[in-house]
């Protein structure tokens, strides 16, 4: 993998070093062979420059570092105020909703960011919940806030009536208000933010008249924890903050004001003076004149090109935090645009430009299930086997949380698709994280540019876009922009937002229709499986492979498995002794309402556990880890059973069967299909069976058409 990164001027090197012995260490050295006074006045006066220099920066780099403090709180609390649900959590103003807005917007601001006071206000600016002292509650804190807070919220609430828009940048999305204080015996920095939709959500929450918002009140205390961070990652040393006026106090300080200039203490500190401390080092040796003050200078040059060194190194890793994901090592979005921004003003020089829009499938679910931690390392081992698989001069990135873009140039458009399959096929083999295998599913879309004109964004938009049309064919696919996808994006758009209307209306449009199942035995019915369909008002019948995945990437899978689950329950109540099986989403058992969900609809149907079955596909039952697992041990507490779905198109092993703990497996359908003319796959079928039996499992064969098939 080669990008090619701007580096900063002074990156340092050995170059870095010869200028610094040429320039620097050189001269001294000469000046005090040849002139031993010259050269201790040179001493004395380096040491001086050099502890001013110190002084000054560290004053500068406090001062930055308190009024940047602005500008990230107000990022941080973007994280929670710029959100849909919130909205919709506020307006709700139940028990449910306080305990979401406790753990999100209060407790989350605590704990993640370490915000010290944090508090939301109504519209009329009164409190509705808040935390102080790392406890839920509005009295004490918020009273010696108050005046504080009030003030702020009236310039908030007039900036936002007159549409103000100033101090809104690439970092802060919205305008705020902020100030220094002294508050509640702390010197602190209060940011008031509103509270305004995202806009990303299908069902928008209401929207507030201008100045009429909700308003999301941190507040971070000045000293404490804060400057012992700042001591750890700036080196200062004894960092304390005193109410004295600041001309009772050294000249290392910083004098905090209001916003309107008025005083609210002084923070002070012991300064570093590498000077003076090098003069110190090298006094007992005064005496030996010529020896010791050669000694010295050398100590004091040493210690100078240190110094220098690190502020370099500093710059350098700053610089590349612009450009790198720190997760994975590799490039991010900024990097990529500029990539490939050249890369197409270029063009046809150097040959096609690919960009390739690789998606991982239910990343949210490995996060869920086994951590961040686990997550990110699943992220870095994706990043390792795509890096793997590029030639010299091609670039993997990271653009998103579970999003990657290869750029590609020179490759043929057959080329491209084939590393599009290598990356599948390696998709194919699972990752162990914690001893946990976890098969991180694939979609790739290509977007290929031969000719100039097309921008770096609309490159990423129609791989993006191929890769939103690779998500509706399945598990482990892939697809290549074409002037059809637009459309069909649309038109899937538009199917999402029929069937939102469909579940929420509680319409007849959603039916179950019921598949059944049949003894070989003896040929009698032993139960049905329950299977979901929609007749639109307008398109008619809607076929499952179309708006089951348009379902579960609208976060829909929940709605329509719980109205499923409902209407199968109720009509197998009334077949006598059979029994009824009904498909579960990975996202649904990892939900950890679903059992609730299960059981009301048994005890409303009046359908005994025994005859309900849960089918799950045998990826999923793979990564029956965290609460998957826990979902799978209640639904068998419940008494209600489990299938494995498509069972031989995974990792199948007896050894795993003997784990998986579930009644029944299901032999996928592909296995049926040509299973009478076709030995390999009477083979499979019969290890499967075996190994089922083996594993004291029941077994259900998928697709059975034909009599012959039936018979074999």
Not at 2 to 28: E, I, K, N
Not at 177 to 198: I, Q, R, T
Request: charged share 25%; aromatic share 6%.
């Amino acid at each position: 993998m080669t990008v090619r990164v701007p580096h900063p001027a002074d990156a340092p090197g050995p170059s870095a070093a010869r200028r610094f012995v040429v320039w620097r260490a050189l001269p001294v050295l000469g000046g005090l062979v040849l002139l031993f006074l010259g050269a201790l006045a040179l001493v004395v006066w380096s040491t001086r420059e050099v502890d001013s220099v110190s002084l000054d920066r560290e004053t500068r780099m406090f001062r930055h570092s308190i009024q940047a403090l602005k500008e990230q709180i107000a990022h941080e609390q973007e994280s929670v105020t710029i959100w849909d649900d919130a909205l919709w959590h506020l307006s709700d103003g139940n028990v449910e909703s306080g305990q979401w807005l406790d753990s999100n917007l209060i407790s989350w601001m605590h704990d993640y960011f370490g915000h010290d006071e944090v508090y939301i206000l109504d519209p009329e600016d009164r409190p509705v919940i808040g935390l102080y002292d790392g406890r839920v509650g509005l009295s004490g804190g918020y009273a010696g806030a108050r005046s504080e807070i009030d003030h702020l919220a009236r310039d908030l609430r007039s900036r936002l009536r007159a549409e103000d828009t100033d101090g809104i940048s690439a970092v802060v999305q919205t305008i705020g208000e902020a100030d220094f204080a002294f508050v509640n015996g702390h010197p602190v920095l209060v940011s008031v933010k509103p509270m305004v939709p995202s806009g990303d959500t299908a069902r928008p929450p209401p929207t507030p008249a201008p100045g009429e918002n909700y308003l999301h009140v941190s507040i971070r205390y000045l000293d404490g924890a804060l400057l012992r961070d700042l001591e750890g990652s700036h080196s200062f040393r004894d960092i304390r903050f005193v109410r004295q006026p600041a001309a009772d106090l050294p000249t290392e300080t910083y004098e905090l004001l209001d916003r309107h200039g008025a005083s609210i203490g002084n923070f002070i500190w012991s300064p570093f003076l590498p000077g003076h401390d090098v003069l110190s080092r090298i006094a007992p040796a005064l005496a030996a004149l010529f020896v010791a003050l050669l000694v010295g200078i050398v100590v004091g040059l040493l210690f100078l090109y240190r110094r220098i060194l690190g502020e370099r190194v500093a710059r350098q890793d700053a610089y590349r935090l612009a450009f790198y994901d720190p997760v994975t090592g590799l490039p991010n979005r900024g990097m990529v645009v500029h990539l490939l921004a050249e890369a197409v003003s270029d063009l046809p020089v150097g040959g096609p430009v690919g960009v390739l829009y690789v998606d991982l499938e239910r990343f949210r679910l490995v996060n869920e299930t086994l951590g961040r931690a686990g997550g990110n390392l699943i992220l870095a081992a994706v990043a390792t086997r795509l890096a793997g698989l590029v030639q010299d001069g091609e670039t993997v990135a990271r653009v998103g949380g579970d999003e990657f873009v290869i750029l590609t140039r020179g490759r043929s458009e057959d080329e491209i698709i084939v590393l599009a399959d290598e990356i599948l096929a390696g998709a194919r083999v699972p990752f162990v994280v914690e001893g946990n295998p976890v098969l991180a599913g694939l979609f790739v879309g290509i977007s290929i540019a031969t000719t100039p004109g097309l921008s770096a964004d609309e490159c990423l938009r129609r791989a993006d876009v191929a890769r939103s049309h690779a998500r509706t064919t399945g598990r482990l696919r892939r697809a290549t922009f074409g002037p059809d996808m637009d459309r069909n994006l649309r038109g899937r758009r538009e199917i999402e937002g029929d069937l939102h209307r469909a579940l929420a209306a509680e319409s007849d449009e959603i039916s179950v229709f019921f598949q059944p199942v049949f003894s070989l035995a003896d040929g009698r019915a032993v139960g049905a499986e329950a299977l979901a369909r929609w007749r639109h008002p307008a398109r008619g019948w809607i076929v499952p492979d179309v708006f089951i995945p348009v379902a579960e990437e609208a976060e829909l899978i929940g709605q329509l498995g719980a109205r499923v689950l409902r209407l199968a329950c109720r009509e197998a109540v009334r077949w006598p002794g059979l029994g009824v099986a009904v498909n579960a989403s990975p996202r649904e058992l990892s939900d950890p309402d679903y059992p609730q969900r299960v059981a009301a609809a048994l005890a409303a149907s009046g359908l005994p556990p025994d005859r309900l079955h849960i089918e799950v596909t045998e990826t999923t039952m793979l990564e029956a880890a965290g609460q998957t697992g826990r979902t799978l041990a209640t639904l068998r507490g419940l008494g209600v059973g489990i299938i494995i779905d498509d069972f031989g198109t995974g990792f199948s092993s007896l050894s795993r069967l003997r784990d998986l703990e579930a009644d029944r497996i299901k032999i996928d359908r592909s296995f049926i299909t040509h299973i009478c003319d076709n030995a390999t796959d009477q083979a499979i079928v019969q290890a499967i069976v075996d190994m089922a039996h083996a594993a004291g499992l029941q077994t259900t064969v998928e697709g059975v058409e034909t009599a012959d098939q039936a018979d074999l």
